[in-house]
């Protein structure tokens, strides 16, 4: 059928001249480099808001926990990983009758 075609001036369908003109292998990199990076980007920013989201989740939940405990509690402290006090408490010391800075 090639043959007959091209005695013809025809261009057959299975001309492989045409289907190597399609595909350009550089445009493909071009295009799937582009489309990979987008991806990783869209999924960086992501992450990224995510996080700040549940960092100031976090923080506004322990505002109002710490908001709460002041109102039904006499004192309230802070403790760290070896559960030490993190600070000065007056109400707390009040409550031991000690001065406040010998906490």
């Not at 709460?68 to 402290?77: F, K, N, R, S």
Request: hydrophobic share 45%.
């Amino acid at each position: 059928v090639y043959l007959a075609a091209s005695q013809f001036g025809l261009r057959s369908s299975i001309d492989k001249s045409e289907h190597a003109s399609g595909f350009n292998a550089p445009d493909f990199v071009y295009f799937a480099t582009i489309a990979v990076g987008t991806f990783c980007a869209k999924a960086a920013v992501w992450a990224q808001t995510r996080d700040r989201l549940q960092v100031s989740l976090f923080s506004s939940e322990r505002g109002v926990m710490r908001r709460l405990l002041d109102l039904m509690c006499d004192a309230t402290i802070d403790l760290d990983g070896d559960l030490r006090l993190t600070g000065q408490f007056p109400q707390f010391a009040g409550m031991l009758m000690l001065e406040p800075g010998r906490m």
